[in-house]
């Protein structure tokens, strides 16, 4: 069995792929951190520690977030719902629109995810703008719940994530 993981080491398994998806960009691959086990299992544990006993639900954002979230929710005893891209949802839903930096994208979640009052954790594998963190939380708003905190694997810090979902809390395990 391979030794545990700290936090501080996760970043070892976070590949740098240069020029994906445009030239000038720098894609920090989380699939090394979800292959090796120790790490996998620091990054779930650090996730999750921080709001056992303090939510009902977590909220995966598509797509590495419903790695993250799923897992996470199993580690709290929580239920999980995901947020989805537009069309991928079969039942009644409701729907967040969030700029982009050339246009503007969407999020959709079943009307039903969720009853009311419910502490949510929404979870993904990365922050960047913030845009698509919070149209999730708009969307937890809107069907009645509360945004516990926001939980990512990495920050990208320069792109102001954390500032765009103020006042709500924020954790990430890797700052870029």
């Known amino acids: 069995m391979e030794q545990a993981v700290s936090v501080a080491e996760l970043r070892r398994w976070v590949r740098d792929v240069p020029d994906f998806p445009k030239p000038g960009i720098i894609f920090r691959d989380v699939t090394p951190l979800l292959a090796h086990g120790p790490a996998f299992r620091t990054t779930v544990?650090?996730?999750?520690?921080?709001?056992?006993?303090?939510v009902d639900m977590v909220l995966g954002i598509e797509s590495r977030g419903f790695i993250f979230g799923a897992a996470v929710a199993y580690a709290l005893g929580a239920g999980l719902a995901v947020v989805r891209k537009p069309g991928k949802l079969p039942a009644d839903k409701i729907q967040a629109a969030y700029e982009l930096e050339y246009g503007t994208d969407a999020l959709e979640i079943h009307r039903d995810a969720f009853g009311s009052p419910t502490r949510v954790l929404i979870v993904d594998d990365l922050l960047a703008t913030g845009g698509t963190a919070s149209a999730a939380c708009e969307l937890v708003e809107r069907l009645g719940g509360q945004v516990v905190?926001?939980?990512?694997?990495?920050?990208l810090t320069a792109l102001g994530g954390r500032r765009r979902l103020a006042p709500r809390p924020v954790?990430?395990?890797?700052?870029y």
């Not at 954790?171 to 700052?175: M, P, T, Y």
């Open 171 to 175: 954790l990430s395990l890797i700052q």
């Open 45 to 54: 544990d650090s996730l999750a520690a921080p709001y056992a006993g303090a």
């Open 149 to 155: 905190a926001c939980a990512f694997v990495i920050e």
